[in-house]
């Protein structure tokens, strides 16, 4: 019956922080107490290595690569964050739709009862789950 063999670390050449620090890992995982790192002298001085090691990558990636510039948002999402700005004004109406009617559903059809809270009867915007198994609106 052949034996469950863990290979042996790669040599120092090829030992890189990565490794070193999954290294760390499975010694902390060990099963054997006895066997498992110190944290104050083995554990910390890799972590906070690895911590120096990030801020230095990514102080030289900002340095390097300047942010590319945002595109304006287009013009449907500018008026909702106008909107949003200013809670209680309507957002103003597409282009093209301006003598069309947006109050309630189209004539004839009514949005699902699953989409109507049970209190107010009316579509939920932030439906939350209760501890009674329903759907109902946030605010009711």
């Known amino acids: 019956m052949p034996s ?12 890189t ?15 054997d107490p006895a066997t498992r790192p110190r944290l104050r002298e083995e554990v910390l001085p890799t972590l906070v290595q ?21 595109p304006p ?5 500018q008026r909702q964050q106008q909107h949003w700005s200013h809670p209680g004004t309507p957002l103003p109406a597409p282009f093209g739709t301006a003598g069309v009617a947006t109050a309630g559903p189209p004539a ?8 109507l809270c049970p209190i ?3 579509v939920m915007h932030d439906p939350v789950f209760a501890a009674d198994g329903y759907t109902y609106e946030r605010l009711a």
């Open 4 to 15: 469950c063999r863990i290979p042996a670390p790669p040599p120092p050449s090829t030992h």
């Open 17 to 31: 922080p990565a490794n070193a620090c999954t290294d760390l890992a499975l010694k902390c995982a060990s099963a």
């Open 50 to 70: 690895l911590a120096q090691r990030t801020q230095l990558y990514a102080a030289a990636a900002a340095v390097q690569a300047p942010l590319p510039a945002v």
């Open 73 to 77: 948002p287009p013009p449907q999402q």
């Open 108 to 115: 004839g059809r009514e949005p699902p009862a699953i989409f």
């Open 120 to 122: 107010t009867q009316d």
